[in-house]
């Protein structure tokens, strides 16, 4: 068996229960389908009955966190690749069909970490159909330097890839003192980082934007991650730059990838930062009539003017400096996980309760 389709799900009515059914659908001896529910819902688990069959897996759990969910889901699986599919979105019935074959062909080339293809973008203005350049590329920086080059929702993570690979970025994410929105772009730099994606000719994903389209609902939604972790809305004027600081740190000086010369990390952390700032810079954030809206905006101002000259010692210091505004346990435990990966030491781990439901845009 090719392939694991994995699909945890809490959404109920139609839609959702579509999206299930198709899945369910593409079950065969070359591939298997996971589904767990863990909405509680009466009425859908009694369409899931419906949907089993062979090779189609369909596990009714009680309530969790979608941490949890994902993670049950993902032991489920047997096969060499897993491909994790949101129940919102829609895959294309001749790519996941072509799917086994292509993966049968690179099963043994340890260079490749996954398939990529064409992806479709829908929200209310339109729809666009986008693919990311040189993502089949057997050069490190030039996959990353496309991946930095499009400026759209982020959905490279939704590709089909090797099982001990998402599993390991995953342990790795899991581990972190707290779990951000934008930390769907960590996952799919370290994805990209492990290694090349072959490019499948079809559309491969279709992607519903939501209530990422608009700023500032998608900013609510930001926000809404930063508070479960436990941190003022406050920090939301450091998105971009938490983003470039923390993968620009990984690229530098993580191990959970194969380890690139020095001087190529450094070009990969340079490219990373770079970007992640440009939108710090360029793209305002709010702070929600957050009591702390002054400090934060002062920080923004030093970083602005300031970070060339920084290293990322002092990145993390002026980071953890906001954050201890409104909780010191919590700058204490970013300050203590990224100061380990700083100095290339295992960080300790901290199971965050969460973990990013949709992309960053």
Aim: aromatic share 12%; proline share 4%.
């Amino acid at each position: 068996m090719q392939l694991s389709i994995l699909l945890a799900t809490n959404r109920t009515g139609l839609l959702a229960c579509s999206r299930i059914a198709q899945a369910c659908s593409w079950a065969s001896p070359d591939i298997e389908v996971i589904v767990r529910d863990n909405s509680g819902d009466a009425q859908k688990r009694e369409f899931l009955v419906l949907c089993q069959r062979d090779y189609c897996k369909i596990v009714v759990a009680e309530p969790c966190d979608i941490l949890t969910n994902f993670t049950e889901t993902f032991r489920l699986a047997k096969s060499e690749f897993v491909f994790v599919l949101a129940d919102d979105d829609f895959c294309f019935d001749h790519a996941i069909a072509a799917l086994p074959s292509v993966l049968g062909q690179y099963r043994n080339d340890p260079s490749v970490t996954g398939v990529t293809g064409a992806y479709v973008v829908e929200g209310s203005q339109g729809t666009s159909i986008m693919s990311y350049p040189n993502a089949e590329s057997d050069d490190v920086v030039a996959r990353v330097s496309g991946y930095l080059s499009y400026s759209g929702p982020n959905i490279f993570h939704y590709a089909p890839m090797r099982r001990d690979i998402v599993g390991r970025v995953f342990g790795f994410i899991n581990a972190m003192p707290a779990l951000f929105s934008f930390h769907d772009q960590i996952l799919s730099l370290l994805y990209l980082l492990n290694g090349k994606f072959v490019r499948l000719n079809r559309l491969l994903y279709l992607y519903d934007v939501g209530v990422w389209e608009v700023g500032n609902s998608a900013q609510k939604r930001d926000v809404d991650f930063y508070k479960d972790a436990g941190l003022d809305p406050a920090i939301n004027k450091l998105h971009w730059f938490l983003c470039g600081f923390e993968g620009a740190v990984l690229a530098r000086n993580s191990d959970i990838f194969p380890d690139y010369p020095i001087a190529q990390r450094q070009v990969i952390a340079d490219r990373w930062f770079s970007g992640m700032f440009m939108r710090f810079k360029g793209h305002p954030r709010l702070t929600f009539e957050s009591r702390f809206t002054g400090e934060a905006d002062k920080l923004c101002a030093k970083l602005l003017t300031s970070t060339g000259q920084l290293s990322f010692q002092g990145m993390l210091a002026e980071i953890c400096s906001l954050i201890a505004l409104f909780s010191k346990d919590h700058a204490q435990r970013y300050h203590d996980f990224w100061s380990a990966v700083l100095n290339r030491r295992a960080p300790v781990p901290h199971v965050a309760s969460i973990m990013a439901k949709k992309r960053a845009v």
